[in-house]
């Protein structure tokens, strides 16, 4: 059940339509819980008990971490969530890309492995789930958080449908509020909520799917004949597909959420409007990054112990960061890339950092530009099936590479303009947020936009795919 979906339409409507009905928080709490478990089994029914186990350990490993009375019974504590939230996470999305890397490490030495074929299903959104509920049972062994009284809070927490399959990443601590006091979302907050989803709606269905897709798929899919320009072209195409793609999810699921009263954090701020890498990295999939922060490279030691140390931190969080993104070699690539990125700025940063004219306004810009570029370079071991078509594509896009015929002059236009557009539009707003632009907009023009977009996303041509994060 997808939100571009009409079958989704329906159901947010009955529990738009419940939920204000309801008059009891406890109530409403039950509702929006049931009706959670609803939409992750209009997938797969029997994956629910996946997120009824994560839910159960993580409750009782809180309570027993708070109420253990030495350091060693409440590490053991964490570590059997530690190992049934990765145990789970591990088997079903890692357990066939591990077993196919034994086996050519194996065959290279000499030695003949024909790994089982395990036929595992991927449970949708797993990745986002297991980081949510680890951040409460961390929290609280970190003394940051006390054991919540409510399980359904917990449960709710972890299920909660507009960001259960693909995040944002919430964070235990951030979200409990939420739960405790009684909420009903305003009027404002409600017309608020459906302008997200218009807009959301739009990214996807139109620029994601209509746009850019058909565009990306053509080049990757037949990477090996084509030239530097057309190398570039599905390259920018994809850039923008995957950030309409998921930055429309994530809207979406804000608008849905804070239609019903609740607050997700942003998880876009214009990325590709950054400077420089760490800021790409503040301002893309927000949620996931700083979790990585917080949870993996401060822990590591961040950059409290020497230079040398520092970069390999940076290092390690990307390449596990890319891992986290889908079992292929091909994601830590991308994920060593974005490593190698950060590294290199830091260096410089540390050598020019201070020097005035690195923060002029040519070099502001040209770094801008620098860091899209090469974001989009990585962008290709992402979206490339294999190391061959990878490596073609970057050799090309650097050289230049032979002409080729593989698209079509409205190709290069429309994917040439609306990658300008949206360079344009995050440079614009990477000091404004999208709320504060829809505030200072007259009320006219609001319902005009939201009409416009509203039959652009019913009468669009795009083929209606499922969001590209709901494999991760």
Known sequence: MVFSSLTFVAFFAIVLVLDRMLRSWTARKWHLLIASYLFYAAWNPPLLVLLWVSTCVDWFAAKGIYSARTPRA??????????????????FKYAGFFLDSLAAVLGACGVAYQPPALDVVLPPGISFY???????TIDVYRREEKPWD???DLALLVSFFPHLVAGPILRAKSFHPQLVEPRRATSD??????????????QKVVLADGFFAPVADEVFGKALRAGGVDAWMGTLAF????????????????GVALCLG???????????GAIGFSDFWRRWHISLSSWLRDYLYIPLGGNRRGPVRTYVNLFLTMLIGGLWHGASWMFVIWGGLHGVYLAVERRLKEAFGEARWASTWPVTFGTTLLTYALVCIAWVFFRAPDMKTATH???????????SSLLGVVDYVVVGGLTIALLVAHGLTRQRSLAELWTRTP???????????????????????AFIYFQF
């Open 74 to 91: 409440r590490k053991a504590w964490l570590a059997a969530t530690l190992a049934t939230n990765f145990g789970l996470l591990g088997f």
């Open 130 to 136: 297991t980081f949510m509920t680890l951040s409460y």
């Open 150 to 152: 409510s399980p359904l």
């Open 189 to 202: 907050q409600l017309g608020w909520g459906f302008a997200l989803f218009t807009f959301g709606l739009f």
């Open 239 to 254: 850039s923008g597909q995957i950030f309409c793609d998921f930055a429309g999810y994530s809207t979406c699921a804000i």
């Open 262 to 272: 609740f607050r997700l954090p942003e998880n876009f701020d214009s990325p590709y």
């Open 393 to 403: 594509l970057t050799k090309v896009m650097l050289s230049g590479g032979k002409s």
């Open 443 to 465: 009320t006219w023009a609001r319902i005009a936009l939201l009409t416009v977009l509203l039959l652009t996303v019913t009468l669009s041509g795009g083929d209606n795919r």
